[in-house]
């Protein structure tokens, strides 16, 4: 039982990254329609961004998350701008390999100037307190409440503020709500700022964690949170966060109960099956189809 | 068909003039086949080239492989698979096994054929398996399903001792020749234009411009959904059996989703639904990658960065549904009317 429990404080703790991770898919995927295949990528600059700011201007652990948010959200925005927004128009494909590509590019580029993996200092001090035979470590509760709470204010800006009423407008039509006079481009790159600004945060939480990083370690993260986008039921935001910490469990519990390297085999043939009962995910619904 | 007045007198007129007259010589690529084929025996017996170069040669023809392979589903049929890497693991798997385990070693060179088409075999077998859930769900969800399939392959090997857990299976005999490589190129793109030019790929045509419509129109889309996965996944399994013989090693880690982002980059690259694209696209893609060598670390961010480049000022790719002249059926390049025709003739002369 208490293992049990220590297990689900794990499972918590890794969903709640991969919750803040997928968050980013499904906001892009909400307004624009497409994948970006570069946020795992994103998440991984996020973790250098951070061991940077620890290391070379040695701030504490606040600011050193902030400043890596937004320097994550402005390239986040800068590659939209760049990359993305001349492709609005063409074939959706031609975006997701775009996609992909920044992302092969943004892991190269950071393996030229780390070749090494890197390790991140602790930028908090870690105390582990006992509850009930349950070693519980304050970087697991400070991760798991700070992603609540990112989590909790990105809920409310999307249903109660006027950006976040622009943005469900935008994703319910791209070409009429601008005629409403919703400014398109500035709506879509402050979604791309949340959305980065959110896989940066998961970055540095997971660089806190888990202290070795190096320039590949986005892209089987990214493709999981993707994956946990998908079980939500991708384009939905309430989903994502559900997916996230469904997948964070899953993983978790088949390590703890089955030799590790079934991990991501059991993880994922339980999505396949999660996938045929439920094809649309577990909050999406299906758009109608028309001839 | 589009045709611009050609000015006789200029030389670019007259070159486009030859140019025309090459092309519609249809008989120049069956020349040109031979010639390959010849040359595919020479250059290995006679080193015509170096070792490097008829390396690089055979990396090509086996990414051509894979690339009109992942064509078929992605370019042709519209779906979006991302897992193409894991039926090219158990082609690979599948053969090494045989190679290794089971075919003694003085019959080795004479069943390696064999052993390919079972490679080819087993990836078509499990294509089928991932083909049902094709026909329930489609773009973002099938997309997951095959990178999940990727996944689960990739960790069924991991966790397999007899044939090396994660460790993989080294020291494969290098069976891989270049003769056999433009064979099975050749053989790949053969079957593939073909099918995708019969009644089933009209089938998998309809399925990307309109599904519902196209099963209206009583196209049975489950078969032509089927068909289609298993040749595709057949290939990419031949592929995979080529290349475990070429590379002498594998590992699970050889497959994984990085494999499968390559043979993506290589489709899209040279534009869907085009068999010439996908010949282009793998072999800018491979020849790049080994020209851009000298530049080290740098190369793989270059490299990323012209396939953006390329995505945003021809987003359909080089061929973007275009096709090369000589892979069309006469009879769609020429039309109805010639075809009509002909059939007339044809009437005429059995009265």
């Known amino acids: ?291 | 068909m589009r045709s611009l007045p050609i000015d006789k007198k200029s030389w670019l007129g007259r070159l486009k003039i030859r140019y025309e007259a090459i092309l519609s010589n249809r008989r120049l690529m069956t020349i040109l086949l031979v010639v390959g084929f010849i040359l595919s025996f020479l250059i290995p017996r006679y080193n015509l080239v170096n070792q490097y170069i008829q390396l690089v040669m055979m990396y090509v023809g086996i990414n051509i492989i894979l690339a009109t392979s992942l064509n078929l589903i992605n370019g042709y049929m519209g779906e979006f698979s991302v897992g193409h890497a894991g039926f090219m693991a158990i082609g690979a798997y599948a053969s090494a096994v045989l190679t290794m385990q089971v075919v003694p070693d003085n019959l080795l060179p004479f069943l390696f054929p064999i052993e390919v088409i079972v490679g080819g075999l087993g990836a078509a077998l499990v294509g089928l398996v991932v083909a049902v859930p094709s026909f329930k769900t489609r773009g973002d969800y099938l997309a997951i399903v095959t990178l999940a399939f990727n996944m689960i392959v990739k960790s069924v090997f991991e966790n397999i001792e007899a044939i090396g857990g994660p460790r993989g299976i080294p020291g494969i005999n290098r069976l891989t020749t270049l003769p056999w490589t433009f064979v099975w190129t050749v053989v790949a793109v053969w079957v593939i234009r073909n099918f995708v030019y019969s009644n089933f790929g009209r089938g998998v045509l309809s399925i990307r411009e309109d599904e519902i419509a196209s099963d209206l129109m009583s196209v049975n889309t489950r078969q032509v959904k089927l068909l289609a996965f298993v040749l595709s996944s057949f290939f990419a399994g031949v592929a995979g059996a080529l290349f475990a013989h070429l590379l002498q090693f594998i590992s699970p880690r050889v497959f994984d989703i990085l494999k499968s982002t390559d043979i993506l980059i290589m489709v899209y690259l040279g534009g869907i639904g085009s068999i010439a694209g996908s010949i282009l696209g793998a072999t800018i893609y491979t020849v790049l990658l080994e020209v851009l060598r000298p530049l080290g670390m740098w190369r793989m961010v270059m490299m990323p960065l012209l396939l953006v480049l390329l995505m945003i000022y021809r987003p359909r790719g080089i061929m973007g549904l275009r096709e090369f002249r000589w892979f069309v059926p006469l009879h769609d390049l020429l039309g109805a009317h010639w075809w009509r025709r002909k059939k007339e003739a044809s009437h005429a002369a059995a009265d």
């Open chain 1, 1 to 291: 039982m208490i293992y049990l429990l220590q297990q689900a404080l794990n499972a918590l703790q890794l969903g709640s990254i991969y919750a803040l991770i997928a968050l980013g898919y499904t906001m892009v995927y909400g307004i624009l329609t497409m994948i970006n295949f570069a946020h795992g990528d994103l998440f991984m600059v996020g973790a250098f961004f951070c061991f940077l700011i620890a290391t070379i201007l040695k701030l504490p652990f606040v600011p050193t998350l902030l400043l890596s948010m937004a320097g994550v959200a402005m390239l986040g925005v800068f590659i939209e701008r760049v990359a993305y927004k001349p492709l609005r128009q063409a074939p959706r494909v031609s975006a997701v390999i775009t996609a992909l590509g920044v992302g092969i590019f943004l892991e190269n580029f950071t393996l030229v100037f780390f070749p090494y993996p890197q390790s991140v200092p602790q930028l908090l001090a870690n105390v582990t307190w006992t509850v009930g035979g349950v070693a519980v470590s304050s970087l697991q509760v400070i991760i798991i409440i700070l992603s609540l709470v990112l989590m909790i204010l990105l809920d409310t800006l999307v249903r109660r503020t006027m950006v976040g009423m622009a943005m469900r407008a935008i994703s319910w039509d791209k070409t009429i709500v601008p005629l409403m006079g919703v400014p398109l481009d500035l709506v879509i790159s402050i979604t791309f700022a949340i959305g980065t600004g959110l896989g940066a945060a998961a970055g540095t939480m997971y660089s806190l964690a888990f202290p070795v990083i190096d320039p590949y370690m986005g892209i089987l993260i990214g493709w999981k949170a993707f994956i946990a986008a998908v079980v939500g039921g991708i384009g939905n935001i309430r989903g994502a966060m559900i997916g996230g910490f469904i997948l964070g469990a899953v993983e978790i519990l088949v390590a703890a109960f089955l030799p590790s390297t079934y991990r991501d085999f059991v993880a994922f043939t339980l999505l396949l099956v999660l996938l045929i009962f439920r094809p649309y995910g577990i909050l999406g619904r299906p758009r109608p189809q028309k001839v």
